[in-house]
């Protein structure tokens, strides 16, 4: 920028690219809409200048120097148009979400340059940028905006545009924009993406060698599954004991719990609303789609059920299960486990002599694994059934503990009321998948990607601005903003890996479609394994 001002020049051209250069380096760092003025007169200024020389029959030694540092100054304008669009984002950020909203809005309509509200967009995260401009009113200015700016979009500032171009048609037609049709070559993906990677693994390595397939070992599965299934439920034993025994927390209708529920599906809501979840009925004591595990019994049959199926993962039971490729035969695998899933939970006992001796091993009788069982089942965080949302809820053994657990009930109320969203058509096509991979990956990792994006839309920039927001969720008397109680991103299933793996090869639009609304065929699921 100093060579520039080193140069003396014309009035008609040279001087307003040294002006310009002045003018931008007065401007503090916080004034946007002065930076993207002055860019945009830098630019300009610059283009005039080269326009001029380009119709000089010869170029001088200095007309040679002024073209090298105005080379240099291309790239600090680059620069200063990302760092622009960062502080941009930064600034916005900060602002609760009805703000932010109304930020865009005028930004969006009003802003002396165009491509100022493309700057603000693209410093954003995406899910807060939709929540914000989802609030019903906003349409408007984001169909202005994409007026004002469909010609001369700078390179830096067209993934923003495209993005707000994609939601804009979504909001014109959420039942079609973005939907795309099947065909078998995205079926033959996901089928792959499905695949777990070490089942690829081994088959490529039998490959390699010359080898016949994996195949699946049913020998000694039982055997094998039995410890990797007690020392899983040992590690859930740990946390939910002492659990039980903590005094609850405000469960009663209208309650600090409800009310916390209430702020779940209104943030689902305002993302996926108008997608289909906005008809899904409000979580209420009273009206039965609110429930406190407290209250339950406890099924050990269904927490063991679930240890070996969905909560596999990568736990214990999954490494067993992987190493016995399991995966190469769902139906074999899952008779033994059925068997397991009976004996462990002590609702049937063994006959086979091997089994007998496995579960003898363990050293714990059947009644002490199921009564810890139904410990763990009534303190596990949440479960969503048949449109019922249920959840622990129970005090810390501090002011800050507690405060940590609403935040969790918060996630967990999230994912669990997005299970209650799900189209039934959706629900009874996962449930006829092959195996419990597969039906994880359409059962919880979707959903844990929609809470995800549920989480993001409110953290951090809504949960540090908007105190009534977090006296919603921490109680009426306590709106401090504790980062460390607020924590990180929900916990997931592995199979939010398969999940977002899915969403990048056929868009958001698709899933959406085939969660919300039923449309299964679109996931590329209409042939796969049953």
């Not at 051209?13 to 760092?29: D, H, T």
């Not at 089942?199 to 094998?224: C, H, K, M």
């Not at 702020?263 to 429930?291: C, H, I």
């Not at 033994?336 to 009976?342: A, K, N």
């Amino acid at each position: 920028m100093a060579s520039v001002a080193s140069f003396t020049g014309s009035a008609a051209y040279w001087q307003p690219v040294a002006r310009a250069v002045a003018a931008y380096g007065r401007l503090a760092p916080g004034d946007i809409s002065g930076r993207l003025m002055s860019l945009h007169n830098l630019g300009t200024a610059i283009a005039a200048w080269r326009a001029n020389q380009a119709t000089n029959l010869w170029l001088s030694s200095t007309d040679r120097a002024k073209a090298n540092a105005l080379a240099g100054v291309d790239a600090l304008i680059e620069t200063e148009w990302r760092d622009v669009v960062s502080a941009a984002g930064t600034a916005a950020n900060a602002l609760t979400t009805a703000d932010l909203g109304n930020h865009l809005d005028t930004v969006f309509r009003t802003s002396a340059r165009p491509e100022h509200g493309l700057v603000v967009a693209g410093g954003l995260p995406e899910d807060r940028l939709r929540a914000a401009l989802q609030i019903p009113g906003h349409e408007a200015a984001l169909t202005i905006l994409l007026a004002r700016t469909s010609t001369g979009v700078r390179a830096i500032l067209a993934p923003a545009r495209a993005w707000l171009a994609r939601l804009s048609a979504e909001l014109a037609s959420p039942d079609t924009a973005g939907v795309t049709a099947s065909s078998a070559t995205r079926e033959a993906d996901v089928k792959q993406i499905l695949t777990p990677p070490a089942t690829r693994s081994a088959r490529a390595a039998a490959v390699a060698a010359g080898a016949p397939p994996p195949s699946f070992i049913a020998a000694n599965y039982y055997e094998d599954l039995v410890p990797a299934l007690h020392a899983q439920m040992l590690r859930y034993w740990a946390w939910a004991e002492p659990m039980d025994a903590r005094a609850g927390l405000d469960v009663t209708p209208g309650g600090h719990v409800e009310g916390i529920a209430e702020e779940a599906k209104a943030r689902v809501d305002a993302l996926y609303g108008r997608f289909g979840s906005a008809g899904t009925p409000r979580l209420s004591f009273n009206a039965g789609t609110l429930q406190d595990r407290g209250t339950i019994v406890g099924d050990p049959y269904d927490m063991t059920r679930w240890m070996v199926r969905e909560g596999a993962g990568q736990s214990p039971v999954g490494a067993v299960q992987t190493a016995h490729h399991s995966f190469e035969n769902a139906a074999a695998s899952r008779a033994i486990e059925d068997r397991l899933i009976e004996h462990y939970s002590g609702r049937s006992n063994p006959t086979a002599a091997g089994e007998q001796g496995a579960l003898a091993a363990l050293g714990v009788p059947a009644t002490e694994r199921a009564r810890r069982l139904q410990i763990i089942d009534r303190m596990w965080p949440g479960a969503a059934s048949r449109g019922r949302v249920s959840v622990a809820a129970r005090q810390g053994a501090t002011v800050q503990e507690t405060r940590a657990i609403y935040w969790g009930l918060f996630k967990t109320m999230i994912h669990e009321y997005l299970h209650t969203t799900e189209h039934r058509n959706y629900r009874a096509w996962y449930s006829s998948l092959r195996d419990s991979h597969h039906l994880t990956t359409f059962q919880e990792g979707f959903t844990d990607l929609f809470t995800l994006r549920a989480w993001r839309s409110v953290a951090r920039g809504e949960i540090a601005a908007n105190e009534a927001f977090r006296k919603k969720i921490q109680g009426p008397a306590d709106g401090v903003f504790d980062s460390a109680a607020v924590g990180g991103a929900p916990g997931h299933y592995a199979e939010l890996n398969e999940a977002q793996q899915i969403e990048a090869l056929m868009g958001e639009a698709n899933m959406k479609a085939g969660f919300f609304r039923g449309n299964t065929a679109v996931l590329s699921g209409s042939r796969l394994p049953t």
